[in-house]
């Protein structure tokens, strides 16, 4: 089949929009799908959410070139702060020891998205925006897209689809392919709080009796709340009162940063594991949240996504030097081995921190309390940790 793409990425998205920029210098035919335009994605509140940054996915945007911009808005993460509500033990991660400027980095999903369709729209590769998948069909030798572009339908063919369109993949369910959902019963309530004291580039995290507690900095006397809990606590704490939400934050956080003001309204992120049962199918690549929707307490999600979207730059690059079929089996089968590990890695860690940490159990919260005391006396131990907060832990 001579298709009119080598490659369509469905989804323009953080992962499918940067999978597009890393794609900018391979010469083969990119064609990227966008269901939303401008002003629709400026206008949803789902923008609005904080992203922190591992070191390793700072140097990716660095090769993207999208970090220099973005990172005027960042802030960096200097020190890592982890305790216990009512209990002593604490840890605490500082970059200088590790030898390094930032252990990561946090950013407004928004900035980065908005740097991210900036660049899209300098690409030689073709945008088709606003345009939604509605068909898909694979055959032997390429894929047969329909995509839904106002009252228009359009088809196009293409060597190999990534589908990049997010939890709610339509590519992954035109493909009957299922997921498998871990429902944790939780929802992140997500807002930002201005704060007395100078937050000094330091990310909190803080289990307490209703969940974890992260704040992260956005500005000097800013910063990001994703409260974990519940759903039954999360529905009422959404529906009490600005004051009372206050009140309750504070108490749960204490006065680790004096007094805190509420300065954006409060959302609510019902939280799951979902998988797709696969990553390929017949010419068809699953990444980021199409593929792996992870929980947001330990800000791994964007973080594995992007690898995904490096990684299978880098093959893409290798595989067009053979100029080989970049939709066959063999290459996919090689794609999804190689990033097995990594994913089961990174689900495996997000997962058993919220089996230890969001537990009311008192000798697992004992042991946790013992555990965050022994890491801050123990470096080895804390190495690792650190590894994993900037992102290293998991490397391919
Ligand atoms: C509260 C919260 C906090 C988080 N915190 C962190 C964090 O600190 N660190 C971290 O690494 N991750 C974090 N995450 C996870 C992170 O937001 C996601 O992993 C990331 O957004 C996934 O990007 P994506 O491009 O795969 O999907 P999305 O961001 O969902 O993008 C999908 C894109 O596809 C488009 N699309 C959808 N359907 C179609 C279609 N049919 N046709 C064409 N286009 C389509 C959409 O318009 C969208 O642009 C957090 C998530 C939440 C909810």
Not at 52 to 64: E, F, N, P, Y
Not at 95 to 112: F, P
Request: with cysteine; charged share 25%; glycine share 8%.
């Amino acid at each position: 089949m001579n298709s009119d793409f080598d490659l369509l990425i469905v989804g323009g998205g953080l992962v499918g929009g940067s999978l597009a920029l890393a794609m900018r210098d391979i010469p083969l035919r990119v064609g990227i799908v966008e269901a939303l335009t401008e002003a629709e994605r400026q206008a949803s509140t789902a923008g609005d959410r904080a992203l922190a940054l591992a070191r390793g996915t700072v140097q990716i945007l660095d090769r993207l070139g999208i970090w220099q911009d973005v990172s005027a808005k960042a802030m960096p993460i200097r020190h890592i702060h982890v305790s216990d509500r009512g209990r002593f033990g604490k840890t605490r991660l500082h970059a200088d020891e590790k030898g390094v400027d930032a252990l990561g980095h946090v950013v407004v999903a928004r900035t980065l998205e908005d740097r991210i369709s900036q660049e899209l729209h300098k690409l030689d590769a073709e945008l088709i925006c606003p345009a939604r998948v509605i068909g898909l069909k694979a055959g032997q030798n390429g894929v047969c897209v329909t995509l839904k572009k106002g009252e228009e339908c359009l088809n196009f063919t293409a060597t190999l689809v990534v589908a990049a369109d997010g939890g709610n993949s339509t590519v992954r369910k035109l493909l009957g392919i299922q997921q498998s959902v871990r429902d944790y019963g939780q929802t992140a309530i997500v807002t930002e709080v201005s704060t007395q004291a100078d937050v000094n580039f330091t990310a909190y995290e803080r289990f307490t009796t209703a969940g974890p507690l992260a704040l992260l900095p956005l500005e000097r006397r800013k910063c990001s709340v994703v409260w974990t809990m519940k759903d039954q606590d999360a529905e009422e704490v959404l529906s009490e009162s600005d004051a009372n939400f206050t009140a309750s934050l504070q108490s749960a956080f204490g006065h680790w940063l004096g007094k805190i003001r509420l300065a954006a309204r409060r959302q609510g992120f019902p939280l799951k594991l979902v998988q797709a049962e696969k990553m390929a199918d017949d010419r068809v690549l699953l990444i980021g949240n199409a593929m792996h929707q992870l929980h947001p307490v330990a800000g791994q999600g964007f973080n594995l996504g992007l690898r995904d979207a490096a990684f299978l730059a880098e093959r893409l690059s290798t595989k067009l030097a053979f100029r080989e079929d970049i939709g066959e089996k063999a290459f996919l089968d090689r794609y999804v081995r190689a990033r097995q590990r990594d994913l089961a890695n990174t689900i495996h860690f997000t997962d058993g921190l919220i089996r230890v940490f969001c537990t009311d159990f008192p000798p697992l919260a004992l042991a946790r309390n013992a555990a965050m005391i022994a890491l801050d006396c123990f470096p080895p131990a804390k190495r690792l940790l650190a590894r994993h907060a900037m992102g290293y832990g998991f490397r391919l």
